[in-house]
């Protein structure tokens, strides 16, 4: 997936499980053919479809907002691509409904970016738990309480295989009812 893929897919999923961002895919990409809309294709698109299909006003604007700077050039994937994290960070997140987690989301997904580090996310905070056996999961906020905790985690890089030694233990082990944590959000899917 590229990058502007992966800030499609992080976008639509932002607040949603990853069921319901693939849902929400599959009838997007229903209406574009099979496949994720351009960002030109995306802008030719009746709004209305696109809310159809699943994402808010709030999303179609964000995403249109993000269509229209990679249509016109100012913004361009192959140069983002090159640039250090925070460089990318800075650009995407001056469009209103990026904000940082849903860049680092997509620097992970696809820049292959291990080091990037998403300190609120659920699945990692409670890989953290696990790998420390910590008896609370790691705050996800910026207190110096958190920065202790989150001094625990992975060094640069260990990210991706402790969400996968996660994700493969819980597959092998999952509970009859999951409940949703507060401050549980999807989005890398990983």
Do not use: C, N
């Amino acid at each position: 997936m590229d990058l502007y893929g992966a800030l499609l897919f992080q976008v639509t999923g932002q607040q949603l499980s990853v069921a319901a961002t693939r849902s929400t895919l599959a009838r997007i990409q229903a209406l574009f053919g099979g496949h994720l809309p351009s960002p030109d294709e995306l802008l030719a698109a009746d709004p209305g479809t696109l809310r159809e299909a699943g994402l808010s006003w709030r999303k179609i604007s964000t995403l249109r907002d993000l269509a229209e700077r990679l249509s016109d050039g100012r913004l361009d994937t192959d140069v983002l691509s090159s640039q250090p994290d925070d460089q990318i960070i800075a650009e995407l997140t001056a469009i209103p409904g990026i904000g940082p987690w849903t860049v680092q989301g997509a620097l992970i997904i696809a820049l292959g970016r291990e080091d990037v580090v998403l300190p609120g996310d659920l699945a990692l905070r409670k890989a953290v738990r696990a790998a420390y056996q910590l008896d609370h999961l790691p705050r996800p906020t910026g207190s110096s309480r958190h920065r202790r905790e989150m001094a625990a985690l992975p060094q640069p890089g260990d990210q991706l295989p402790v969400l996968r030694r996660l994700r493969t233990r819980r597959s092998t082990t999952r509970p009859p009812h999951r409940s949703r944590e507060p401050g549980a959000v999807s989005g890398a899917g990983l």
